[in-house]
């Protein structure tokens, strides 16, 4: 997967690339047919703002999330993709139908 991660009036750190990248990878752990994902982090005033695309095979997941610290508002971005890839994984295999089990017997 490959990840772009840019800044609006904040200077992306190495810290800060490492942190966004590893929590990523955990939306990968569900779902690892992502094509690519793009990151934008910014600062408005006091609030430090999250926004991600998560770019699918047919389909795209955004979300965003503010708080007043950086790696929170990460955490929490984190946490609604983690979710959304999780609801799109499930409405796929509830479109293919159940899978087939083998008979014992």
Same mark, same amino acid.
């Given at each position: 997967m490959n990840? =772009?991660?840019?800044g609006h009036? &904040?200077?992306?750190? #190495? #810290?800060? @690339? +490492?942190y966004v990248q590893a929590k990523l990878e955990r939306v990968? @752990?569900?779902? +690892?047919?992502v094509i690519d994902? =793009? &990151?934008?982090?910014?600062?408005?005033?006091?609030? =430090?703002k999250v926004e991600a695309t998560l770019h699918l @095979?047919?389909? +795209?997941?955004f979300a965003s999330s503010e708080d007043a610290n950086m790696y929170a508002a990460i955490d929490s971005l984190a946490d609604k993709l983690d979710r959304a890839v999780i609801r799109h994984k499930e409405k796929q295999q509830d479109r293919r139908g /159940?899978? /087939? =089990? #083998?008979e014992i017997g």
């Open positions: 990840i =772009q991660i840019t009036h &904040v200077e992306v750190t #190495a #810290a800060i @690339r +490492d990968m @752990r569900h779902f +690892d047919h994902a =793009q &990151v934008i982090l910014s600062v408005d005033k006091l609030v =430090q @095979r047919g389909h +795209d997941i /159940p899978t /087939p =089990q #083998a």
